[in-house]
Nanobody, 119 residues
Framework: QVQLVESGGGLVQPGGSLRLSCARS????????MGWYRQAPGKQRELVAD???????DYLDAVKGRFTISGDNAKNTMYLQMNNLIPEDTAIYYC?????????????WGRGTQVTVSS
């Protein structure tokens, strides 16, 4: 089983920055993609940023230019650098990893970390 643990969330003022981390452990074969999702109160979970095994990244339009997704394979850790935060970024942020084995893809989720942007 794959375990994902997020950290780095918290309360920050508008314009501030946070860096989220997602540490993964367990039996990981081939990673198809990794990403960060978020869910605000009363809203559906949405994809914030992801990176595929080719290294290509994609971002939600609302965070382009402010957020950066990256990974450190040596540390089995994925990051989300969030700059110039705005109140609309307030949400629970979830780490997601999709593995692929024998043409079967499996998605794993962390429990989430709260990000609150408020003055």
């Amino acid at each position: 089983q794959v375990q994902l643990v997020e950290s780095g969330g918290g309360l920050v003022q508008p314009g501030g920055s946070l860096r989220l981390s997602c540490a993964r452990s367990g039996a990981i074969f081939s990673i198809f993609a990794m990403g960060w999702y978020r869910q605000a109160p009363g809203k559906q979970r949405e994809l914030v940023a992801d990176i595929n095994r080719s290294g290509r990244t994609d971002y939600l339009d609302a965070v382009k230019g402010r957020f950066t997704i990256s990974g450190d394979n040596a540390k089995n850790t994925m990051y989300l650098q969030m700059n110039n935060l705005i109140p609309e970024d307030t949400a629970i942020y979830y780490c997601n990893v999709v593995t692929e084995r024998d043409n079967t893809r499996t998605a794993y989720w962390g429990r989430g970390t709260q990000v609150t942007v408020s003055s």
